[in-house]
């Protein structure tokens, strides 16, 4: 068949369009920064990042924003809430007003159901003209190009490359930290590594932990399910543990709202066999049946629901299964993310209908169940497992045990910390005198420190375009208090002024004017430093 001259052009034109379109489609997207990750860091990261005058993209590898603060941690671990200020304290003053509170007077003020969370941040970032790109998960290997100590551009699984001349990880896995060639770390430091009483194998604590002397054994010589085959350590030995992720429940007590407890595909009871032995040990040392407050930490939110986290020696903290995690390809994660929520599904079953159970535990837990109005793309299960710790930053400084006792004050102050230090268990292991132990807990009171800009900046001589506001400078000990996400959110904001400041001066992110930093963070009421005369209080906030 033949066409005419004139045709022949018109669909040479077509052609010419069609893989024009085709080419910039496929051209890189340009802009000022880049930000991975839209947990509440992420978010906080690009509104401060946008409201300094640059542009912005936030890549979120999933299809919602907030992380944790979204995805099942609405019990905000607050510390001492005087130290949370500027665009953080923005959010929960935002959120608070949805629920008609005119101040963040009582801690129940801070608390929130996760949708409204979202909502909550998705306003913000539109206010500030954030680009938002969903589904866009960084291209397993070979994701990042970096020139010359510069990450030049990163790549997401469908291709899209995405170049800046900023970019912050606010993931909480650190995969463009990984792939960027900067140095970094897992697992807890030895006693030695930087001094710290705290760090490593800690052999004796008493939080949730088995309170009386429980056989590791069945039948005298097979170890019950959920207990580890390795021995305990020296105390502060190092290793490549990380403390216990798990799933934060958003669950309600609602009836018009509630939905049962699903009996899980591949149900076994026996995977509690060790939780039952315990349940069945507790009305003789203690004298008292065991209730719901014994195996999980409530706490109310609005509208009949309540953020339940782990308690006691067998809960939901799936202890011994995370280690693997932080430097797992994308595949194995998820196994264990779906092995986790496996765990959870089947102890929420367990302790439901097991004829083990107390009846008073039993009737109590029976009383709640999944809220009809939270989490409909994920069976109303939270979308976000608990990462308590996965990949932490080896920069030029490293914030240690002292940085929160002892050496609280620093010149580059960006915000303030003040929660315990708080690590989960690692690991459940049988004693050499046949006793189950759980072992890494961690809770030890810290006073308001100040947290150094360095602590989010690579080495000078690894990378200069890079912040990393999550998986940030820090040992196991210290990470333990900075990890709660009002820190999150303050680093955040601090990341977005840095930027702006890296942009506009053209320097790498390590020799921004630090008093120029601070000068607009006040501007938003940030707190960077202690008051006069002394200490906040221990709570920061009246009791409810």
Excluded at 201 to 211: D, E, G
Excluded at 276 to 281: F, M, N, P
Excluded at 386 to 403: C, H, I, L, N, W
Aim: net charge negative; glycine share 10%.
């Amino acid at each position: 068949m033949t066409i005419g001259r004139n045709a022949a052009s018109v669909v040479l034109c077509l052609l010419v369009l069609l893989a024009s379109g085709a080419s910039r489609a496929q051209s890189p997207s340009s802009t000022d920064v880049v930000v991975y990750g839209g947990t509440a860091a992420g978010v906080m990261t690009a509104y401060s990042a946008s409201r300094q005058g640059l542009h912005v993209i936030l890549l979120e590898p999933g299809h919602h924003l907030g992380g944790m603060v979204t995805g099942g941690l609405s019990a905000t671990d607050l510390g001492d809430a005087e130290v949370i200020g500027g665009y953080a304290k923005l959010f929960y003053r935002r959120v608070a007003e949805h629920y008609g509170r005119s101040r963040l007077y009582r801690a129940s003020d801070w608390l929130s159901e996760p949708h409204i969370s979202e909502d909550t941040f998705g306003a913000m970032l539109r206010e500030a003209g954030v680009k938002i790109v969903f589904g866009a998960r960084l291209r397993e290997h070979h994701g990042v190009t970096v020139a010359d100590r510069n990450i030049v551009s990163v790549t997401s699984e469908d291709g899209r490359e995405w170049r800046a001349k900023v970019f912050a990880d606010c993931s909480y896995e650190g995969d463009l930290l990984a792939q960027s060639g900067v140095t970094y770390t897992v697992g807890r430091e030895s006693a030695q590594s930087y001094g710290e009483t705290l760090a490593g194998v800690r052999t004796i604590t008493s939080q949730h932990q088995f309170n009386w002397p429980i056989s590791a054994y069945r039948d005298g010589h097979q170890l019950y399910p959920e207990i580890s085959t390795g021995r305990l350590e020296a105390a502060g030995s190092g290793d490549r543990n990380v403390q216990a992720y798990n799933f934060r429940l958003i669950l309600t007590d609602d009836p018009a709202n509630r939905l049962p407890f699903p009996k899980p595909d591949g149900y076994d009871p026996s995977q509690f066999a060790l939780l039952a032995r315990y349940l069945q040990d507790f009305h003789s040392h203690t004298g008292r049946e065991a209730s719901l407050k014994d195996v999980f930490h409530p706490v109310r939110l609005p509208n009949r629901k309540a953020d339940f986290n782990n308690n006691g020696p067998f809960s939901s903290d799936y202890i011994g299964h995370s280690a693997a995690y932080p430097d797992a390809g994308y595949q194995d994660r998820q196994r264990i993310r779906d092995e986790h929520l496996r765990y959870t599904q089947g102890l929420l079953y367990f302790l439901t209908h097991d004829p083990a159970v107390p009846a008073t535990l039993k009737g109590e837990l029976n009383a709640w169940g999944l809220p009809r109005d939270e989490f409909a793309d994920t069976g109303h299960w939270p979308r976000e497992l608990y990462v308590r710790e996965g990949r932490r930053m080896v920069g030029d400084y490293v914030v240690t045990q002292a940085d929160l006792q002892t050496k609280r004050t620093k010149p580059d102050s960006i915000g303030m910390g003040s929660y315990n230090s708080d690590s989960h268990n690692v690991e459940r292991i049988a004693m050499p005198d046949g006793s189950v132990r759980n072992e890494g807990d961690m809770q030890v009171a810290v006073q308001p420190y100040q947290m150094p800009y360095r602590v989010m900046t690579p080495r000078k001589d690894e990378m200069h375009n890079l912040l990393v506001p999550v998986c940030l400078s820090a040992s196991h000990v210290a990470y333990s208090s900075l990890r709660m996400e009002p820190q999150f959110m303050i680093l955040g904001e601090a990341a977005g002024v840095a930027a702006a400041l890296a942009v506009q001066s053209g320097v790498p992110v390590q020799d921004i004017p630090i008093a120029r930093l601070q000068g607009e963070l006040l501007k938003t009421g940030a707190v960077l430093e202690l008051p006069e005369g002394g200490l906040f209080g221990a709570a920061g906030l009246p009791p409810d």
